[in-house]
């Protein structure tokens, strides 16, 4: 089992930047690929940005490719997601993922283990 809880949302101004932290607990963190993804109301889960287990492959969604970066640090137990040039269209719950696969994935079917979210509000 892994435990992941969020933090680092709030409300932010259009252009603003944003810090969103998740601490992961139970089974051994440097073995899991991370994702981060969102929700905004009445709108599926969807895909923001993963990062296999040892830092040296990310991705992206198209829709924050250059304004997102995903990060971790295995010694804390930690996965980063740096937004900058935040638009009202970021305005969701964002969640924080863990999977055992050895590549990061996309899709959040293949994720088993969840955060609670965070809410991140960017206001126009």
């Known amino acids: 089992q892994v435990q992941l809880v969020e933090s680092g949302g709030g409300l932010v101004q259009t252009g603003g930047s944003l810090t969103l932290s998740c601490i992961a607990s139970?089974?051994?963190?440097?073995?899991?690929?991370m994702g981060w993804f969102h929700q905004a109301p009445g709108k599926e889960r969807e895909f923001v940005a993963a990062?296999?287990?040892?830092?040296?492959?990310?991705y992206y969604a198209d829709s924050v490719k250059g304004r997102f970066t995903i990060s971790r640090d295995n010694a804390k137990n930690t996965v980063y997601l740096q937004m900058n040039s935040l638009k009202p269209e970021d305005t969701a719950v964002y969640y924080c993922?863990?999977?055992?696969?050895?590549?990061?994935?996309?899709?959040?079917?293949?994720?088993?283990?969840w955060g609670q979210g965070t809410q991140v509000t960017v206001s126009s």
């Open positions: 139970g089974r051994t963190f440097s073995r899991n690929s």
């Open positions: 993922a863990a999977t055992s696969t050895v590549v990061a994935r996309k899709s959040r079917y293949d994720y088993p283990y």
């Open positions: 990062i296999n287990w040892s830092g040296g492959n990310t």
